[in-house]
Each structure stands twice: as C-alpha cells, then as structure tokens.
C-alpha cells in the first residue's frame, strides 16, 4: 500500500488528536493519523484529567495558561465537560510553606492568582476533610480538569467528520528522510507519503525516530492510578499531599483516583504491585477516614514520557525539513494539548506562534545544552 | 417437597423500620418475603431497580449497610441490629464514626481455592486428602455456590452424587470442608486479583474486616458465572429477574418469587424454573424461545407441559410495562432475522419476567491474572485458554467449574478434582496412583460424560479451549497468539 496525504501525524494521543484539530480549523483537511493501537490507548486515557498553570518556569506557566484559555472553548464546541475546580496543595511543614511562598510570588508575576490558604479554608472546600497535621494549604482558582475520554473521542470525531483519516492498528517503523527532508512514513501496512511528518507518539517517538536517524532523551516513567467507585459530589479541586507527592481528584463521574509514587526505574514494563493499593490508601485514608470503606474499582499502571529537564519537546527539526516533533511531556501533556496542538498547526503552516516562548522547547536544545530552567522542581 | 428450617430471629432495620428477620437470610431476601421490590435506583436516581441476581453480580441491590454504601445485600447475612438504608442514584461518601482498620495476614498455603461452589468445594476436599494445605475464600455468606439453590436430584455416577439433592450436597460437602484440618475457610471473602510476586489480595468483610494476602504454590479458581441479560425495553424495572434468582428466593430461602411469571428461554434453566414456579404456587404465562425449537430436554418440556403451560418457540420478549415494578410483559414473534414482526405482540398481566437466557463465565480474575482469553460462545463467552489438566497460561493458576466455560454441577465437581490432582502430581504429593486417577477421570470426563448428545454444545466449546502442554508452552512464551 502506498498512500498520499499533506499531513501524516504518528500517534492518536491526545495531542496528535489536537494537532489535527487545529489544523483542520483552518482548512487543512488532507490528515492521516497513525495509530498502532487505538485512539487515547496510550498515557491519554489513564489520565488524572488535571489541568493547571502554576508551574514555575516561564514556559509551562505560559504554555498552560494558553491552554486553559482553550479548554472551555474546546468543550463548548466539542461537547465534553470542563471545569475550573482548583487545585490544593497540602503543607504540613514549615519549610514547604516558605518555599511555597516564594513559588506564589512568581504565579503572581506571571498573572497565575494562586495563594496561601488556610486548614480552615481547606476544610470550607473539602468537606470531611481532617486537616489537623496540616499548616496551610495553596489554592489554584484556575485550575481545573475535563472528561479525558470525550475530549479525545470528541475532537477525533469532528476531525474526522472534516475529512481526516485514521488508520488504527497501524505501526509506525521509520520515517524516509531524502536529502534532510521528511518525505514519507513506513508502516508495517506500507508506506504513506507526506508533505509534512508530526511524531505525536510519547514513548514510541524514540524508537520511530532512531530509525530515521535522530536521537531524542526521552525516558518512560512508570506510574500507578487506582480510582473509586462514583460518589455523589464531594469536592471539586485536586488535591496534592506534598510531603509524598501524591494527589486525588474525585473525577467528573464521580470516583475517586489517586495517584502516589511507587519507587520505579524508567524504561522498565510496570506490574501490578498490591504494595501500591496499601501506600494510596495509606496516604489518603489520614485525610479521609471513610477512604477504607469505599471500592477501589480499577487499577491501572502507564507511563510519564520525561524529559531531562521535565519539559516537552515541542515544534520543527532544526536540520530535517517537514519533521515535526510533539512528544515529552513529563507528566503533562493532557492539560497542555489544546496549546501544543495550536502552537504545532502554527509551526507547520508557517503562521506567528501564539506563545512566543514556546521556541524554548525545541528538540535542539539538549543539543546545545541550553535546558529549560525551573525556579524549583515542583509538582 | 422440601422443608424449610428457619434459623432464629434477628431484627434490623430498614430505612429505620423495624424488620424481623432469620438468621441464615440475606438482608434482600427477608426484605423480599415481606413484600419490598424496589432495591436501588439509576445512577441519574430516576429508575429504580429490582432485585436480579441474587449472588453478588450485578449491582441491583447496592444499599447502605452500617454506613457503608454501595453493599450488594443479596449476600450480606442478617444481623441483629443492622441498619441498611436504601441508595437513590450515586451513594454519598462512607459515614463514619469510628475507623475498624482491617489487620493483614499473610498467609502461604500449599493451594488456595476461590470459590466455593462444586467446583471449589471439591478440588479442596481432594487436595486435602493429599496432606495439602488449602485456604478457601468465598465472596458469599455460606458456602456452596449455585449448588445450594438446586433441588432435584442429580443425574449420572453415584461417585458424583447421583441420585442426590443438589442442596444436599451442597450441605454435606460444606461440613466436610468446614471440619477438614487441612482446609482454612473465609466467608465473605472476595479474591480482588493476583500481584507481583504471586500475592493474591482477598478483601474479608465482616465485623472484623481482614486483608489477607495470600501467596500459595498454586491456585483453582472455581469462581463460576453469572447470569446474561438481554436487551428489550424496561429490562432493568424490578420484576424482570434472572432465573437464578428467582430460584435463590424460592429453594434458598422459601420465598414466592411473585403472583404470576413469564420465562424467557426455554433451555433447561427457563424449563426447571417454570416447573419450580408451578410447584411454589406461581401461575407461569408460558415461556418465550426466540428459536424455532426448544432447547432443553423432552421430558422437562413435557413436565411443565403437563401443568399446561404454554412454550411460545420463535418468540421473544419485546418490552416490559409497569410503574415501578412490572405489571405487564409484551412478547412477539420473530422473523428468520429474529426481529419481532410487528402485529404479533401477545400481552401478559404478570409481575414476573424471568431470564433464563444462559450464564456467562466470571473471567475477571483470570484477565487480571493475565491468562490468554479466548471469547468461545458455545461455553457462554470469554474463558481462559488451558491444559486438559485444566491449567491456565498463567503458571500454576488452574480454571475449574462454569468459569472454564459453561456445563453443569456434576462437571463442576470432575474439573475440581482433576485441577486438585494436577496440582498433588506437580507439587509431589502424588503419586503413581493418583495419575492414574487423573487419567480415569478425564476418561471418564472426555469419553463418556461429554459424549451424550445433549451436551454437545458445551463439549465442542470445552474442545476449543483446551489446548497441549506443547502448544501452551509455546503460548507462554509469547510464540502463539492463542487457537
Ligand atoms: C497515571 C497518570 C496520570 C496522569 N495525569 C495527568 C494529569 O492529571 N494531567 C496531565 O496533563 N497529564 C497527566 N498525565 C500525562 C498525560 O497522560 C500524558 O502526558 C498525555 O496523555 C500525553 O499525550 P500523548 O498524545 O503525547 O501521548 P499518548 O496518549 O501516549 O499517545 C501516543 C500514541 O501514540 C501511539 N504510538 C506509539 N508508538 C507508535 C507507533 N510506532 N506507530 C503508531 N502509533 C504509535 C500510542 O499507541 C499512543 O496512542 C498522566 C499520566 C499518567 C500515566
Ligand atoms: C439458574 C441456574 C440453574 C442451574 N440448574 C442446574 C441444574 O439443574 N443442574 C445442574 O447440574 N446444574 C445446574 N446449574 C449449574 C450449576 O449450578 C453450576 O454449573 C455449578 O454450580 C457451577 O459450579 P462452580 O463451582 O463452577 O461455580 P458456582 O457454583 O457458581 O460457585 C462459584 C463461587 O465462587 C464465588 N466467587 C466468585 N468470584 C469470587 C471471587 N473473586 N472471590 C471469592 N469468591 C468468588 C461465588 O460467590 C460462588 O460461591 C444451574 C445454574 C444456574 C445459575
Ligand atoms: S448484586 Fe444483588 S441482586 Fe444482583
């Protein structure tokens, strides 16, 4: 089989699905999308659903705050529920407190309006919370989530009413580059030629991109989610136990998913750990004394795709021409989708990028050793 | 007929009135004989729903329980002093006041056995009697599986119970377990899934709730099936019951299901249960079958014939009616495509519709476990891929009972005991006799007991499931993708 189309993009994730989006928003229908699984079977659909701007480097911060100016725009248009929950840190000791202090004073300058609050404050937005090791908490107004799974069936579906295709099953191998130029991808169901090439694939990236050539430091995380059954609405911000590193968000249909931090090598095929039910548990049931009472339904395990400096690759191959390269995204990729996908349809018809400091992110630069810097590693 | 013996009486409550109760009843069936249908509601809490299966399954009856929510009191025993309260849409967080911590034992048993219906019951009896040791965990209140709620008298070798009352063996096998020192038993115990390591987690709830974790050399899971819904109209109003339900009600517990039925399916399941109702006193409508021809044995359909009920063949049931429970049932012809052919609706005055349109094995824990599934409908759906020994392609995890695929009680009992055996023979407690016996059996199983006409069906799918030592070796190691 050979087939022809303007774009090919690698990977149904949630941001090879808004690449397609953006693009097609402006008249680009001639898309395929290659799928070796099915559409949101990679990191997207084991997602927290979270999404925030309070990170601490000026990228992030500007690169998600574009994105949740996109998010209810998105949702309105494509049916799926969005909301701006919030999200709490919890501090129990003094140290992160001041810490913390020093990281809302950088959200303020960048028009992030997070702030210090108290346990009562807390307990006023998490009913049946206990709060008493608690010493302040940090509240995110901004902050949100949205329904992972009709965000991404949603858009696939309008942008395949608009004419894209989308080959599931489909692996792809390499990419033929001729004279530094993207012409085409091979698949293991043949070869399909492209004007423009966008490898969306997370952690498969790597591997389609060695075989064409080019090196990229991408390592696969393995991380473990569980979530409850439904409960009626109990509160509404994700909340983050700093002292483990851990979160729970009661999701918009209601259950509970928890997520904590289970000692793993990267590049390691995760198992299921029963250890990992008995530290979420642990962790969240001194919060929540009714905890141990409810059902854990699923448990799940996937991967964050990191980076050496915890940022996306984002954007254009700086010496192969038509490449362009999405993947990377430490952990964060659902939230920054809508973003990443508008900033990938200007880089490929050549448009001015909505966020400029988006250029940082480029694959070159861990070849001229310029990293993106953080004031402090966090979340 | 058969006699009831109630146990003695406990009060609870219900939504704070008062109800009395026996003890050996679960919440749901003394709630049942006094006359309350409605069990829970949707999640959006417009539709209420009726009791359906009655084992745990399928989420119809989920109640608050001493402020736990989202409790299935079809198999939450009575007790003094209970307070169950009825659930509208999604419950609210657990209420309470004070935190039991469930303490974790680990235990490392020679063998451990999930489920305690033939399946489970015998392969622990044989593994017993080869000095094993075995824990043996059930999500029930009581042990014996669907075998409690069968009344007849079983067909077939004296050796499995012939000529004796499925409840009866239920019974006698459970005090031999109960009494064997080599078998520890948890009740209301249920087998979550198998992790790193090969530790299984069974969450045991109760007064004293436990985590156990057990770790054993092997493992039979005899974890059995649940009853398949079809899709018509009004499917989930309370009324429309399965037919193993109705038959947990009626022979468990001496409860009349309902005043007037309508049974859907006439394999031997809808047969037995219709000539169950007739004897219980429940006037039968007729029994619906979408097929040209009924499917379970002559002398059954003449049974129930005989009472004068009426089997519909090339119908099927196209809608429940009624408010909040069913007041009336619509079938209708179908056509070679079995679409229902508008004009031939027939209506039924009856407040009971009863599936008994097959069973589906429980194959949860063995997709968990990571067993290559094969999707065979002659055995009513997925099942694990095994080894005539019945060993699965996860290492030592052995498949016995409804859950290897669909047969009945008596194949139930031969699959426990050949995994048991399998098992003695592996773990060296075995020996020359006990291949021997093995090999009888699955003689027995394959060349005589599969042989008869009437279970054909099941045997080709059983076929189709098996797979050699050789061909399983090369599944493990990923070099075939399953048959
Ligand atoms: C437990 C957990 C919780 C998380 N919580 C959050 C959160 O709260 N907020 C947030 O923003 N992010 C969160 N993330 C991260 C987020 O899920 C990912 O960053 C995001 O889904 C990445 O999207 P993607 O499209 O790049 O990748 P994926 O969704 O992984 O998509 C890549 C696709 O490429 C396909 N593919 C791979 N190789 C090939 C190939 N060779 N040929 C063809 N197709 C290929 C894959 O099958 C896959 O479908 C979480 C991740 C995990 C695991
Ligand atoms: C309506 C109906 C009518 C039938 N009529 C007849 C008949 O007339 N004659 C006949 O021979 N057979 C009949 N059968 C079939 C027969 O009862 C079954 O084939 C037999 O009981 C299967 O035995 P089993 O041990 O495989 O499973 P079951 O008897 O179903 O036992 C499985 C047990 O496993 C437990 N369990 C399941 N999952 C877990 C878990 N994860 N953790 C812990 N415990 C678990 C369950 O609580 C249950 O007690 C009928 C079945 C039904 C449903
Ligand atoms: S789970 Fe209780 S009736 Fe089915």
Avoid at chain 1, 145 to 171: I, M, Q, S, W
Avoid at chain 2, 61 to 81: A, D, F, Y
Avoid at chain 2, 113 to 130: D, H, N, R, W
């Amino acid at each position: 089989m050979v087939m022809k189309t303007r774009i090919a993009i690698i990977g149904a994730g949630i941001i090879g699905v808004m690449i397609a989006r953006f693009l097609v928003e402006k008249g680009v229908n001639d898309i395929v999308l290659i799928e070796k699984n099915y559409p949101g079977s990679g990191g997207s659909f084991r997602c927290a659903t979270g999404i925030r701007a309070s990170f601490t480097s000026p990228e992030h911060v500007e690169m998600m705050k574009r994105s949740i100016e996109l998010w209810p725009i998105l949702s309105e248009k494509h049916g799926f529920t969005y909301r701006r929950d919030g999200y709490i840190w919890l501090l129990s000791e003094e140290e992160h407190v001041e810490m913390f202090k020093k990281i809302v004073e950088f959200h303020h300058r960048y028009a992030v309006p997070t702030k210090i609050i108290t346990p009562e404050e807390i307990k006023e937005m998490v009913p049946t919370i206990n709060t008493e090791n608690l010493l302040a908490g940090v509240y995110d107004p901004l902050a949100g989530k949205a329904d992972c799974f009709r965000a991404l069936l949603n858009t696939l579906e309008y942008v395949k009413n608009k004419g894209a295709k989308v080959l599931t099953r489909t692996k792809a191998e390499k990419i033929i580059i001729k004279d530094s130029r993207a012409q085409a991808v091979e698949t293991n169901k043949g070869v399909i030629e492209a004007e423009k090439i966008i490898v969306a694939a997370g952690y498969g990236s790597k591997k389609i991109l060695k075989n064409s050539g080019v090196d990229i430091p991408l390592e696969n995380l393995p991380k473990h989610a569980l979530i409850t059954e439904a409960y009626k609405p109990l509160f509404k911000p994700l909340l983050i136990d700093w002292s483990t590193a851990s979160y729970i968000i009661q999701v918009l249909h209601g259950g509970f998913l928890i997520g904590a931090n289970m000692k793993e090598k990267p590049d390691t095929i995760p198992v299921n750990r029963i250890e990992y039910l008995y530290l979420a548990v642990k962790i969240w049931s001194k919060y929540f004394k009714w905890l141990p009472y409810t059902r854990i339904l699923r448990y799940w395990t996937g991967y964050y795709v990191m980076t050496p400096d915890h940022h996306p690759v984002i954007g254009p191959h700086s010496r192969i021409e038509n490449l362009y390269i999405a993947t990377g995204f430490s952990g964060h990729g659902f939230m920054m989708a809508p973003s990443v996908g508008e900033i990938m349809s200007q880089y490929i018809l050549g448009e001015k990028l909505s966020v400029p400091i988006a250029k940082n992110l480029k694959l070159e630069r861990f070849e001229k050793g310029k990293y993106v810097k953080e004031i402090a590693i966090f979340g | 007929m058969i006699d009831f013996s109630r146990g003695r009486k406990v009060k609870f409550y219900y939504n704070d009135k008062v109800i009395e109760a026996y003890e050996g009843e679960s919440v749901l069936a003394a709630l049942y004989a006094i006359g309350y249908r409605v069990f829970s509601y949707s999640p959006d809490g417009e539709r209420p729903r009726g009791a359906f299966c009655m084992i745990g399954k399928c989420s119809s009856c989920l109640s608050m329980v001493n402020g736990v929510p989202n409790t299935r009191i079809c198999i939450e025993p009575v007790r003094e002093g209970l307070r169950v309260y009825s659930q509208k849409g999604f419950p609210e967080v657990p209420k309470v006041e004070e935190v039991v911590e469930a303490e974790t034992i680990v235990l490392k048993p020679d063998v451990l056995v999930i489920g305690g219906g033939p399946a489970g019951l015998q392969a622990s009896l044989t593994l017993a009697e080869y000095g094993l040791k075995v824990v043996l965990v059930d999500e029930h209140f009581k042990l014996g599986g669907q075998l409690v709620k069968q009344t007849h008298r079983f067909f077939g070798a004296k050796k499995f119970y012939g000529g004796i009352r499925g409840f009866n063996i239920a019974s006698k096998l459970s005090r031999e377990v109960m009494d064997n020192e080599n078998i520890e038993v948890f009740l209301r115990a249920y087998a979550y899934g198998i992790f790193k390591n090969g530790y299984v987690g069974v969450a045991v709830r109760g007064e004293k709730p436990l985590n156990l974790l057990v770790r054993p050399k092997a493992i039979v899971a005899g974890v059995g099936a649940s009853e398949k819904m079809i899709m018509f109209e009004n499917n989930d109003l309370p009324g429309v019951m399965g037919a193993g339900g109705a038959q947990t009600l009626m022979n468990e517990y001496g409860i009349k299901p309902g005043e007037r039925a309508l049974v859907i399916g006439a394999g031997n399941v809808g047969l037995i249960i219709a000539y169950q109702l007739l004897q219980a006193g429940v006037k039968v409508h007729g029994i619906a079958e979408i097929m040209p021809k009924i499917g379970g044995w002559f002398v059954h359909a003449a049974k129930v014939r005989r009472y004068g009920v009426k089997i519909y063949t090339r119908h099927t049931i196209t809608k429940a009616i009624g408010r909040d429970r069913v007041e009336k049932a619509e079938i209708a012809m179908v056509d070679e495509h079995f679409q229902p052919i508008p004009g031939s609706e027939k209506v039924f005055d009856t407040d009971l519709v009863l599936l008994a349109v097959g069973l589906q094995p429980n194959y949860a824990f063995f997709s968990q476990a990571g067993a290559v599934m094969k999707y065979i409908p002659e055995l009513g759906g997925l099942v694990p891929l095994r080894t005539k020994y019945l060993e699965t392609s996860v290492e030592n995890l052995y498949v016995a009972g409804d859950a290897s695929g669909i047969e009945e009680a008596t194949t139930a009992f031969i699959e426990g005991e050949i995994a048991a055996l399998s098992i003695a023979i592996k773990l060296g407690a075995g020996n020359n006799k006990t291949i021997k016996k093995r090999e009888e059996l699955l003689d027995y199983l394959w060349n005589e007991y599969r042989k008869s006409p009437v279970v054909m069906r099941a045997c080709q799918g059983k076929l189709k499931a098996t797979v050699s030592e050789e061909e399983m070796e090369k599944i493990r190691r990923g070099e075939l993708d399953g048959i």
